[in-house]
C-alpha cells in the first residue's frame, strides 16, 4: 500500500512538471517574442559557478555552429543562488544573443501574465 502511495505522488508530480515545463516554454517563447520554430532549453540553475560556463558554452557551441538545428535559445532561470552563478551567466547572455537569464520569480511572472490575457 505504501509503495503505491508513493508512485502515485511520483508519477502526479513527473506529470505536473512536465506540463510545467511546456507551458514555461511556450509562455516564455510568447511574451519574449523569441523565434515561432524551434525547441528551447529552459535550465533553472542554483549555486553552480564551477560548472555553469563550460555547461552553457558546449550548448551554445552546438546551436551557433549547427549540430543542434532544431535549438533556437537557451533560458537560464537562476534559483536565487548565492554564489556567481547568476553573474556569470548574465555576462555570457552578454556575448550571445542566443541566451537569456531571468530569475524564477521573472519566469513565473511572464507566466502569469500569459494565464491572464
Known amino acids: 500500500m505504501l509503495e503505491f502511495v508513493f508512485n502515485t505522488i511520483f508519477w502526479t508530480l513527473a506529470i505536473y512538471g512536465l506540463f510545467e515545463i511546456v507551458k514555461n516554454v511556450i509562455n516564455i517563447g510568447t511574451v519574449t517574442k523569441f523565434k515561432s520554430d524551434g525547441i528551447y532549453v529552459i535550465i533553472a540553475v542554483k549555486n553552480q559557478e564551477d560548472k555553469i560556463e563550460g555547461f552553457l558554452r ?9 549540430r543542434e538545428e532544431c535549438l533556437r535559445n537557451i533560458i537560464v532561470a537562476d534559483l536565487q543562488s548565492t554564489d556567481n552563478t547568476k553573474e556569470i551567466t548574465k555576462k555570457l547572455s552578454k556575448d550571445y544573443d542566443v541566451l537569456k537569464v531571468t530569475s524564477w520569480k521573472e519566469c513565473k511572472e511572464i507566466m502569469d501574465n500569459i494565464d491572464e490575457t
Open 58 to 66: 558546449s550548448i551554445i557551441f552546438k546551436i551557433l555552429y549547427g
